[in-house]
């Protein structure tokens, strides 16, 4: 099933008195910022938010995002895909004093009339990549498990080399 793209901006807020749902897709070409940090997406994020009032009156927003980003792991610098899969339960703010006294389960949205949608897609994005992506799977080099070896490893290996390969054998049966 192909699902449309998600609008630019919305009035969250007019949504949320109705009980709306939104579901779209973006792209990478949609989100500059995580672009500008070295992040591509593998295929077009999904993105669904259910909008609502809570029991105070405030609006709601349960952001769910899945997608698979293409990032660099940071062991063997090769690209490797990245499950991303967000959930988010925000409530809209218009100033940070009304952000402080949220209750804990609410991640503060601060909103204008209209909300850019795609700003906080990129938002939670960003906020759901590793600091340090890495194959799950032993992916060294050759080069680099040579320089993590233990000073016993490489003084094993010189020695295992050396007995199979003297360059001055040779010599030495030339000698006797």
């Not at 699902?3 to 007019?14: F, V």
């Not at 749902?21 to 973006?26: I, N, P």
């Not at 899945?66 to 988010?88: G, H, K």
């Not at 991640?107 to 939670?124: K, T």
């Amino acid at each position: 099933m192909k699902t449309a793209p998600l609008p630019k901006q919305l009035d969250l807020r007019g949504l949320a008195a109705r009980g709306a749902e939104v579901a779209g897709t973006v792209s990478s070409e949609d989100l500059p910022r995580l672009t500008s940090a070295g992040v591509r997406l593998a295929d077009l994020a999904h993105v669904a938010l259910r909008l609502s009032k809570d029991e105070a009156g405030r609006t709601v927003v349960d952001a769910r995002i899945n997608a698979t980003a293409v990032l660099q792991c940071q062991r063997c610098l090769q690209e490797m895909p990245w499950p991303l899969a967000t959930s988010t339960l925000m409530a809209c703010v218009w100033k940070d004093e009304e952000a402080a006294a949220l209750p804990g389960r609410y991640e503060p949205l601060l909103v204008e009339e209209d909300a850019n949608l795609r700003e906080i897609v990129e938002e939670e994005l960003l906020l759901a990549l590793p600091a340090f992506p890495l194959h799950e799977n032993d992916c060294k080099t050759a080069e680099q498990a040579a320089a993590l070896a233990t000073p016993e490893e490489v003084e094993s290996a010189l020695s295992d080399d050396a007995d199979k390969q003297n360059p001055f054998g040779v010599l030495e049966q030339l000698k006797n």
